[in-house]
């Protein structure tokens, strides 16, 4: 992937009260937006993906056939294509396939990795409900299908209230964000990576988010890639 600044970008600049808050949203029509992650100010890059019929039609029929599927392995790009299938006992189709492939091949030359780690979830239900910071460098997450990753930014977030520290109370009424309006949310298809707590060493970077209700009846198809060397 080429590092340089991608075209039809759209930065979303936070209160520069302080460091945290300086922190930025960079999305863009491009792949290339992802390479901005690598700025010191941004905490997620999204990659805005349109759906694309043959896709969608693929994922359909993906999940009317994986109803509960949870899918778990350590991939090299040349190796994602076979590990898919093992994991997926043949039913993965190629339109799915090779999209994940492509992720993959993308994750592992923007962070120069070798192998990445892999999830690929049916989800019916909220697996993090509660707004946190993933203890990694930097994930990224696609939802495929049904409602997609919701976040804050960071100038909206109280970090003292975060977890534990929110002293039992659920994060609408502990003090972490102010108002429902403060949460955004991904779009299905859109590619996004977040850091996380140990980007750096700098904690303070890493975005809050969490997983999205889900309605009674819907199912979620979520992929994940994490650091795996």
């Known amino acids: 992937m080429n590092p340089a600044p991608a075209e039809n970008v759209v930065y979303g600049l936070f209160d520069p009260a302080d460091r945290a808050a300086k922190m930025r949203l960079a999305s863009g029509s491009k792949p290339g937006v992802l390479a901005d992650i690598y700025d010191a100010d941004i905490s997620i890059a999204v990659w805005q993906r349109p ?11 993906f999940l009317a056939a994986n109803p509960t599927l949870s899918a778990a392995v350590v991939v090299a790009p040349d190796t994602t294509h ?11 189709p190629s339109q799915l396939s090779n999209d994940i492939a492509e992720l993959v091949d ?4 923007l962070f120069n990795l070798e192998r990445a780690g892999l999830r690929l979830a ?6 993090c409900p509660r707004f946190h910071v993933d203890r990694m460098p930097c994930r990224l997450l696609t939802t495929y299908h049904g409602s997609a990753t919701e976040w804050l930014p ?13 002293g039992g109370k659920p994060d609408a009424v502990s003090g972490l964000y102010q108002s429902p309006a403060d949460i955004q949310q991904l ?9 996380g707590a140990l980007w750096h060493d700098d904690e303070t970077t890493g975005l809050v988010h969490r997983s999205p209700a889900v309605a009674p009846g ?8 994490d650091f795996a060397d």
Do not use: F, Q
Request: charged share 25%; glycine share 6%; with cysteine.
């Open 51 to 61: 759906p694309e019929t043959l896709l969608t039609d693929a994922v359909v029929g």
């Open 82 to 92: 076979s590990a898919l299938k093992d994991a997926t006992r043949g039913t993965l």
């Open 106 to 109: 993308m994750y592992c030359c």
């Open 122 to 127: 049916t989800i019916d239900r909220a697996m």
């Open 154 to 166: 960071h100038n909206k977030v109280n970090r003292s209230k975060l977890g534990a520290r929110s």
């Open 187 to 195: 779009d299905t298809g859109d590619v996004a990576l977040i850091k």
């Open 218 to 225: 819907e199912r979620r198809l979520l992929l994940s890639l």
